[in-house]
């Protein structure tokens, strides 16, 4: 299910659109004001933000540009009564993907919003993702938000089998054998390596006596 973080202080507007998204089985989060959307960007991941501009606080291009500038490059549409070009170039300065203006029609924003989504799902194809965190399959690389994280080969090579595994549980005896390359590995020298991924913010949870599982739940 994708998750649509909804930034409206119009409760009416909110209500419809909210009770719009959820029917087409999106899962919605809605805050009034900029402060309450920045800080659940930092508790959740998104797959698209649904943005007012004028809202209490930090409104939606401060937002946008705050979010852009940390590396968050979460697809974002405003939906915004300001209809001068001046706004709209703003909008877009600041990174927005699409700009629809009040009123709407709901239909088209629908489409614009799953045309988003669908592309962005299509762009990470050979990607993993979880919370800040994505792996690049094909490259074998890790970034957290748009940096890239090094990482030496023992490390590399069981974060690349939890990411490929995402909320399964890996038996230890499974990744002692998989990073066993002619010298045996010791239960202690893979909680060392757990430990460090764990260090650089990975949700690795231990299921005691039996393994590791990267997931959020």
């Known amino acids: 299910m994708s998750k649509i973080l909804l930034l409206e202080d119009d409760d009416v507007l909110s209500e419809t659109l909210i009770e719009l998204l959820e ?14 959307a920045l800080d659940a960007t930092f508790v959740k991941h998104f797959d698209l933000l649904l943005l007012d501009v004028n809202v209490p606080f930090l409104n939606g291009f401060e937002l946008l540009s705050e979010l852009r500038h940390s590396g968050d490059m979460t697809p ?15 909008g877009f300065d600041v990174g927005a993907d699409d700009y629809i203006k009040k009123p709407f029609d709901f239909n088209e924003l629908l489409i614009r919003i799953k045309a988003l989504i669908k592309k962005r799902y299509h762009t990470y194809a050979n990607e993993i993702k979880i919370d800040r965190f994505r792996f690049v399959i094909e490259k074998d690389e890790l970034y957290k938000d748009a940096d890239f994280i090094p990482l030496p080969p023992y490390e590399l090579h069981i974060t690349r089998l939890l990411f490929q595994n995402l909320n399964k549980t890996l038996l230890k005896e499974y990744l002692l054998e998989a990073l066993s390359s002619g010298k045996e590995m010791s239960e202690g020298a893979l909680r060392v390596h757990i430990n460090k991924l764990r260090n650089i913010g990975l949700p690795i949870t231990t299921i005691k006596g039996i393994g590791y599982r990267l997931g959020t739940s």
């Not at 029917?23 to 309450?36: C, L």
């Not at 405003?78 to 209809?83: E, K, P, R, V």
């Open 76 to 90: 974002a549409i405003f939906i915004t009564a300001l209809s001068d070009v001046a706004s709209l170039s703003q």
């Open 23 to 36: 029917s087409e089985n999106f899962e919605v989060v809605h805050v009034n004001d900029g402060e309450k």
